[in-house]
DNA sequence: TGTCCGATTGGT
DNA sequence: CCAATCGGACAG
């Protein structure tokens, strides 16, 4: 893992409302221990998803389940639900308990382990580009950190699972837009709860009107 | 118990 | 553009 990465981002980081945390979590890094290696990325795309009011939430009018429980506890913990019947989304757990509020990883700058990451993606990589394929999305970062359902509820702060300070991001250089595939959430589809890295390549969608940044 | 469907991905 | 694929949410 990088040395230079900073301290581990303690609970009280968690602890507040999901829109804050996830801007703030831009440029952090996620790290995953596992037996067969570590692999870490900086997060350069996140989503937030508030309480009962937020339409576009698994906890949506309060809705409190199997597998949203994790939403309901600390903050600081790992809320991990299978989609299709085939993905991973990976959500950090946000605001104070009993407060459903969370945040949707959806895109990774792959910093090491990247070896391990292609691996478990079945990917080659023959590329630069080729490094798109194993994190730009939040299907494809689950699969490549090795984060599944044995994952849910998990505490993030400290290993096997956690996250590094960082450098954190230039605020210049964080764009808001609208979150994906949130058709049926009503007048909650469009609000911009979608933060992501302008000149990063390893966002899943460029944000509306923008190509996508360069890999350098 | 039965039916419907998704905070996605990869191939056509 | 569309099929894959299955655990969970919800109605009855």
Redesign the pocket.
Known sequence: MPVNAGEILPATFFARDAVTVARDLLGRVLVHETSDGTACGRLVEV?A?RGPADR????YGG?R????EA?YGPPGHA?V???????Y?F?IVTADPGEPE?V?V?ALEPLAGTELMAVR?DVSLRRPADLR?LTA?????AQALGLT?AQNGLPLLGPPLYLLAGEGADPENIVAAP????D?AGEWRDLPWRFLLRDSPFV?VPPPGQRRARMR
């Open positions: 989503e998803y576009a939430a698994h906890s809705r389940t199997a597998r949203n939403m809320y639900y299978l989609i299709y019947g085939r993905n989304c959500n969370a949707l959806r993606r394929l999305g939040p299907g494809r970062l359902s979150r994906i595939n949130v049926y899943s």
